[in-house]
């Protein structure tokens, strides 16, 4: 049996605005054309999973029953927008937390590559063929370590590229190499 093809997202600054600890639905908004570009890299046989990092938890900014809520609210305005993400993986530990219940360090929080593993196992993906899209480089180097072949970087400036990561300012740069991999 093949193999899939998955493209693997972080969330704040990929999906969303990144306001920082973005915990409440108040606070989130969609990033603009997110909602196109997804739909063309599931159109390109892209299987779709979010993974992010949210240690507001560990830090007591929000709850994990905030993120849950907030994360319902995600995925029925996706789905109104005929998108179809897989699951969404988060991690809530933080070395540094103040809620002891998460105030610890975790395989799953990126630059750790726990979260990339898992996604790659549950989505049965070939990770050489796979990508993923973040706009941090601790989201590049849980990618490598993931074993993931495409590491792409969205950002607007150009900081110091690690060998192996490319850089793309807009969705459509994405889309263009997504149909290469
Ligand atoms: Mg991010």
Redesign the pocket.
């Known amino acids: 049996m093949s193999k899939n093809q998955a493209l693997l997202l972080?969330?704040?600054?990929?999906i969303n605005v990144?306001n920082g600890y973005v915990g409440t639905i108040d606070r989130f908004t969609f990033m603009p054309n997110v909602f196109p570009f997804l739909r063309t890299a599931r159109d390109y046989g892209y299987r779709l999973a979010i993974l992010t990092n949210q240690a507001g938890v560990a830090r007591g900014y929000y709850s994990k029953e905030d993120f849950e809520a907030l994360t319902e609210h995600m995925l029925n305005v996706m789905k109104k927008e005929s998108i179809e993400i897989e699951f969404v993986l988060a991690c809530f530990e933080h070395d540094e937390g103040t809620d002891p219940a998460y105030a610890r360090q975790s395989f799953w929080r990126k630059p750790k590559p726990g979260m990339v593993l898992e996604a790659v196992r549950r989505l049965n993906a070939d990770p050489e063929r796979s990508a993923f899209l973040?706009?941090?480089l601790t989201?590049m180097q849980a990618a490598e370590k993931g074993g993931i072949g495409h590491r792409l970087l969205l950002t607007q400036d150009l900081p110091e590229v690690p060998a192996g990561v490319e850089v793309v300012k807009t969705y459509d740069e994405v889309l263009d190499l997504l149909n290469y991999f």
């Not at 972080?10 to 990929?14: E, L, S, T, Y």
């Open positions: 972080d969330r704040d600054g990929v990144d973040g706009d941090r989201d």
